[in-house]
Nanobody
Framework: QVQLVESGGGLVQSGGSLRLSCAAS??????MAWYRQAPGKQRELVAS???????NYADSVKGRFTISRDNAKNTVYLQMNSLKPEDTAVYYC??????????WGPGTQVTVSS
């Protein structure tokens, strides 16, 4: 049974930092990613990391966010620096297994105050 457990969300002032973690279990994952969904908006890709490839970032977070993966722990991290109010959203961890099935975490709230 696949489980994704997210942690690290919270309330931070504009310009601050947060680090999200997502521990995955129950399968082997070729790719892991973070998505976010703000109120009234569609869910969007924030960053992804695929085994053997360079990380990919949304233009809006390039230079501010860093995604990393600890394969030994099957954990993906999202270091978020220079946070802006427009980064406020529910952040979801995504993991894709070897036959391209997608799994999602329950989400963690990130709120950036101005």
């Amino acid at each position: 049974q696949v489980q994704l457990v997210e942690s690290g969300g919270g309330l931070v002032q504009s310009g601050g930092s947060l680090r999200l973690s997502c521990a995955a279990s129950g399968s082997i994952f070729s790719a892991m990613a973070w998505y976010r969904q703000a109120p009234g908006k569609q869910r969007e890709l924030v960053a992804s990391v695929i085994s053997g490839s360079s990380p990919n970032y949304a233009d809006s977070v390039k230079g501010r966010f860093t995604i990393s993966r600890d394969n030994a722990k099957n954990t993906v991290y999202l270091q978020m620096n220079s946070l802006k109010p427009e980064d406020t959203a529910v952040y979801y961890c995504n993991a894709r297994d070897l036959i391209w099935r997608d799994y999602w975490g329950p989400g963690t709230q990130v709120t950036v105050s101005s």
